[in-house]
């Protein structure tokens, strides 16, 4: 349990930083931003591969 809490501090951390840095996360190329009139609808598709392939690879790890 220790260790799941250090990895996901180091995981927060390490995403703030990018954030901080100015890399796009959230608006990737392959991420979808659909208008008609007043609605507006959101598919982070690309988004979404990346943050699984991320979690794939870090429970895997995990698990060892």
Known sequence: MARLL????????AGGAL????????????????RRGNVTLHLPLATCALASIVLTLLLAFLRR
Do not use: H, S, Y
């Open 6 to 13: 250090i990895v996901v501090g180091l995981l927060l951390a």
């Open 19 to 34: 954030l901080m840095a100015g890399v796009p996360l959230g608006r990737l190329p392959g991420d979808l931003v659909l």
